[in-house]
C-alpha cells in the first residue's frame, strides 16, 4: 500500500506558476513510477506528465510539454510538479498517482491515488 497526499494548489493568474507536491507514505516510493493527472469539472481525467522509478525518463501530456515538469526526491518520498506559464485552461483538480510498472498515459495504468489538490487559473 501506498498512501499519497497532494498539496501546493491554489488560485493564480494567468502566466502564474504553480509547485505541486505529493508526499508518498507506505510501501518504498522508489519502487514506483509516478503520474500526475488533472479533472476539470465535466470532464475525464487527462494525463498531464509521468515520471519513472529512478526519475530518468518523462513523460508530458502534448498540452503542457515546455510548461510543466515533473521530478522527485527519492530521500524526501516525494514527487513534485512544477506548473510554469499557466493558462486557464489548466483550472482543475490535480491528482498524483503510483505505478508500479510503468503506468504510461491511461488512469487504469495506476494502482494509487492522492485525494487532489484544486488548481484555479484566472484570466
Known amino acids: 500500500q501506498v498512501q499519497l497526499v497532494e498539496s501546493g494548489g491554489g488560485l493564480v493568474q494567468a502566466g502564474g506558476s504553480l509547485r505541486l507536491s505529493c508526499a508518498a507514505s507506505?510501501?518504498?516510493?522508489?519502487?514506483?513510477?509516478m503520474g500526475w493527472f488533472r479533472q476539470a469539472p465535466g470532464k475525464e481525467r487527462e494525463f498531464v506528465a509521468a515520471?519513472?522509478?529512478?526519475?530518468?525518463?518523462?513523460a508530458y501530456a502534448d498540452s503542457v510539454k515546455g510548461r510543466f515538469t515533473i521530478s522527485r526526491d527519492n530521500n524526501k518520498n516525494t514527487a513534485y510538479l512544477q506548473a510554469n506559464s499557466l493558462k486557464p485552461e489548466d483550472t482543475a483538480v490535480y491528482y498524483c498517482?503510483?505505478?508500479?510498472?510503468?503506468?504510461?498515459?491511461?488512469?487504469?495504468?495506476?494502482?494509487?491515488w492522492g485525494q487532489g489538490t484544486q488548481v484555479t487559473v484566472s484570466s
Open positions: 498517482a503510483a505505478a508500479p510498472l510503468w503506468g504510461g498515459t491511461s488512469p487504469s495504468g495506476y494502482t494509487y
Open positions: 507506505g510501501r518504498t516510493f522508489s519502487s514506483y513510477d
Open positions: 515520471i519513472s522509478r529512478s526519475g530518468s525518463n518523462t
